[in-house]
């Protein structure tokens, strides 16, 4: 397979690929995660409970939110 670019993000290393073309690899295999690409002006703290709300969610994970100063208390 060809690899289509590279992603710069702090949550480690992930491949990303259409689960259409990973079950070409391997036709078992289960989607345990899933990047979402959000539109510009979203409202990410709607979309991270929506998502979040979804049967199956354990874990959500916001790229941006990693980016911003962490709040001291």
């Known amino acids: ?3 289509a670019g590279f992603v710069d993000e702090p949550l ?3 491949a990303y690929a259409a689960l259409e073309q990973i079950r070409t690899i391997d036709p078992a295999v289960a989607a345990t995660s899933a990047l ?3 539109n510009a002006g979203v409202d990410r703290d709607a979309m ?3 998502l979040s709300a979804q049967t199956g969610v354990v874990a959500y994970e916001d ?3 990693l980016r911003q100063p962490r709040r001291t208390t």
Request: hydrophobic letters at 35%; proline letters at 0%.
């Open 48 to 50: 991270r409970r929506t």
């Open 1 to 3: 397979m060809t690899i």
């Open 12 to 14: 480690g290393t992930q």
């Open 63 to 65: 790229t941006q939110a």
């Open 36 to 38: 979402v690409r959000f």
